[in-house]
């Protein structure tokens, strides 16, 4: 974060042995930044698993099956953490939306290939973008972690932004945009209140190292080019701010 003053802990200092003696607020945040990801690594899985009947031929069901195959062993490497670090794994599935994952919901699904294309490149590279914020995180066991699944995701994100670029040469350009559409404002709102409380405690325990204005932008520094190439608009921040977003003063 710009001009902040040091965060209290540096990366990796904090281990299992060590976690008992930090403040509460630190064990708290802690466990709420890895229940948050336990969720969305769920929400990957089985959205990705529904999503291989939506598939066109077998290449890239089995394509698809193996990227849902990561998400699983992001599920499970979450769900051991998670355990570990005395987070109320009950309680946060708990909260889960019926049906569905916790920021997609029962009614938010993906509707076909294209829409799986475009929430690839997107949204599965927004998750990407959150954990790239807590590589260096002061918890080293979340480092350890995050590092191979932030290779996966890093994959997850390219394939979706190679097969959105041949969906447009194909001829499916308007449908493109359409899911980009959709998925933009809620892609920047899944990253979160720039300036936000959960932002600053997260900072100030060297837990999470970027705001969320830092992070929208490089999330649309990556998923800006592919879209250019393959010759789709983005809203406007004027847009987007309508569909109630906060951006803070983030440009593109
Ligand atoms: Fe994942
Ligand atoms: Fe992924």
Known sequence: MDGAVQPVYGPG?????????????????????????????????????RAVFHMPDPIHKAELVHTANEEADHVEAMHELATRAGLDVEKWLGIRRPGGAHFLGSEEDVKDWIEVTVFKHMIDRCGR???????????????????????????????????????????????VQERVDYWFPRGLQLLGRPGSEGNRISYQYGLKLHDSDEEMKKWLGEIKPPLESAGITLMTPEQVKEHGVDVAGVTW
Not at 28 to 49: D, H, N, P, V, W
Not at 143 to 160: F, M, N, S, W, Y
Not at 165 to 172: E, F
């Open 13 to 49: 200092e904090i281990d299992f042995d060590s976690l008992e003696d930090t403040p509460e607020e630190y064990r708290k945040m802690l466990r709420t930044l890895i229940g948050k990801q336990y969720i969305g690594e769920i929400a990957a899985c089985e959205m990705f698993s």
């Open 129 to 175: 973008i959150w954990l790239w914020s807590m590589r260096n995180t002061s918890f080293a066991p979340y480092a350890e972690v995050l590092r191979p699944i932030l290779k996966d995701e890093a994959r997850h994100g390219q394939d979706g932004a190679d097969e959105m670029i041949r969906l447009c040469d194909a001829g499916y350009r308007e449908q």
